[in-house]
């Protein structure tokens, strides 16, 4: 189950989120938003039922808490007919967001070949606009619930909260400053510019002196002037010369053997 966990988080599905139950490994509790669409605006809460011997069994099912009125979901049990998809579930093959992913792309293609729901079946292909107006409900339904409690004691269910306005200023005091703290504070950056400023300026300042004190001429223990400073260094650029020139004729020497 470990692994089935870590390939739903790799395959960041849009609009889909769940966590495992946590009251036992084999119940999934999860939320689709749907964003686009006949069902947009649908926020629907589920359930994922794995068998005892998976992944070696049958397909896991997947049951929404509030039926939805569509084809593919059966009316009285909110059951998603993932068997068409699934048929035979294949170890190594299928894998749980695959009926994460199929149960949200029913909400985009409409399927009406062998329903568990006849009179949605038929309506979509007879009337679709009577159609449309079903799912309005159906949405409307399932957003009316959307806050109750979850009848459940499993501390990991789906629970959702409106958020008034105290709450929004908190929830943004609360990322303001988890972005200011660290690496992103910019007390700590400017005080770092600063740092770098001032080491900066006085490199550049002993820079001046340094060159200041080369443009002099330079006294030595007896007190009598010396060649410059810029003098000797013109003697060791050709020093420098004169010996990049040798190694330069011996590497010539030597390609020539």
Known sequence: MINSSKLLAKQKLPGVYV???????LCWNGVIFVRQGLY??????????????????????????????????NPETGE????????????????????????????????????????????????VDGFKEKVAESIEKCKSVVYDVPPTDDPFAIRFTELDEHSLKQAKDAMTSFRLKGYFEPTMMEHVKNEEG?????????????????????????????????????RRMSRRDRSASHSNSVIFSMSRL
Not at 43 to 69: A, R
């Open 80 to 127: 998603l007919d993932v068997n068409r998809a699934f048929s035979k579930w294949r170890r190594n093959v299928n894998h749980i967001w695959q009926v994460l992913m199929y149960a949200r792309r029913v909400f985009h293609k409409v399927e009406i070949d062998n329903p568990l729901n006849a009179e949605a079946a038929s309506l979509y292909e007879s009337d």
């Open 198 to 234: 001032d080491s900066r300026e006085s490199e550049r300042d002993s820079l001046k002196e340094t060159d200041a004190r080369e443009d002099e001429p330079s006294l030595n223990y007896w007190g009598l002037r010396n060649t410059s400073v810029k003098k000797r260094r013109q």
């Open 19 to 25: 966590v495992p139950s946590g009251r036992s490994p």
């Open 40 to 73: 947009q605006g649908g926020v629907f809460k589920l359930q994922i039922f794995i068998p005892q011997d998976f992944p070696v069994s049958s397909c896991p099912k997947l049951v929404f808490e509030s039926p939805v009125y569509h084809p593919l979901v």
